[in-house]
């Protein structure tokens, strides 16, 4: 008896694998009745693989983009400084995701954190970014114990097991003091479990972390959550510094966030900040930190240095905070 004939095909481009295997026999039939049968097993067969084809090329998209772009550490930090309303001096910065492309583009946030976020890939982007920033920051943060440094992270990383523990490693392998390290809960998802997320703010209390409130006033940020979560610092969203100098009610609720923040021993950094009439309505209000594109919009952190560097050679020599503003 003859063995049949098998004939294979792999894909260059995805795991897939077909072999289509024929019976000598028919091939000495195909005039007759049986070549038909088999002719439609084959295009079957081809149908089947075809298909499995199409799906894994659907497979191809944003997310399989994502993991590229991690793999090729393509996603870099970029810092906005926080600085004293009174006097301009810079503070600290926060670390903001940029997506740096191989053709010299950059990836707006808007355009890949949502992705990162419901994909699961926002965890591993957080933590390449940290490292990064503490690689590029290591020599200020050494240099000036004062100077923060504010990292974003979603309730859902925050909240995952190990978080803590991969949060001291990474800064003890930079040398640099927990306590100039600033996490900011961002306000995308709602905190299900408030006393587990309280315990877990404690926990890096604890340790020397500092905890920040992100987008106060909007989001899922209740009175309830800022006085149960123990955080160190709450941040006014923008929506209420973009009204302030126009609208005598957020004023007012300013007022009440920065009375809060002080009855439960917190500290208030204004976001959005673009003009001097708004800094003065925050100073009025009693915010003393912000931050915001009247000083700087998130810089490189070849840029980002020279501004600091150029905001000390100011301060020093007492010029004018104006003289040094960054559009």
């Not at 903001?96 to 992705?115: C, E, H, Q, T, Y």
Request: glycine share 6%; proline share 5%; net charge negative.
């Amino acid at each position: 008896m003859q063995a049949p004939i098998d004939l294979d095909k792999n894909s260059a481009r995805f795991p897939l694998h077909a072999t289509i295997r024929l019976e000598r026999g028919i091939l000495s039939t195909w005039n007759s009745e049986a070549y038909w049968p088999a002719l439609a097993v084959a295009f079957a067969i081809g149908a089947l693989f075809g298909e499995l084809l199409a799906r894994s090329r659907r497979m191809e998209g944003p997310v399989a983009d994502l993991d590229r772009g991690l793999a090729a550490n393509e996603f870099k930090p970029y810092y906005q400084p926080i600085f004293e309303l009174k006097t301009g001096r810079i503070k600290g910065c926060e670390v903001l995701a940029r997506w740096l492309l191989k053709d010299g583009s950059v990836v707006p946030p808007m355009n890949f954190i949502p992705l990162a976020e419901s994909s699961g890939r926002i965890e591993v982007m957080t933590w390449q970014i940290l490292r990064s920033a503490l690689s590029d920051l290591q020599p200020l943060l050494k240099a000036n114990k004062d100077f923060k440094l504010s990292l974003n992270v979603v309730p859902k990383h925050l909240l995952s097991a190990g978080f803590i523990e991969t949060l001291r490693r990474t800064v003890m392998a930079a040398h640099v003091s927990a306590r100039q390290i600033v996490i900011e809960v961002t306000e995308r998802d709602e905190l299900d479990d408030l006393a587990r997320a309280a315990a877990v703010v404690s926990e890096l209390r604890d340790y020397g972390f500092r905890v920040a409130i992100d987008d106060v006033g909007v989001g899922h940020s209740g009175l309830s959550r800022l006085k149960g979560l123990g955080a160190n610092t709450i941040k006014i969203d923008k929506f209420f510094v973009d009204t302030i100098t126009v609208d005598a009610s957020t004023a007012t609720i300013v007022e009440m966030l920065v009375a809060l923040a002080k009855d439960l021993q917190m500290t208030v950094v204004a976001e959005g900040i673009e003009t001097e009439e708004q800094v003065q309505a925050l100073i009025s209000s009693g915010v003393e930190e912000g931050q915001g594109y009247l000083v700087s919009a998130p810089l490189p952190f070849p840029r980002f240095n020279e501004l600091v560097e150029s905001r000390c050679l100011a301060q020093s020599a007492k010029l004018p905070t104006d003289a040094v503003l960054v559009a």
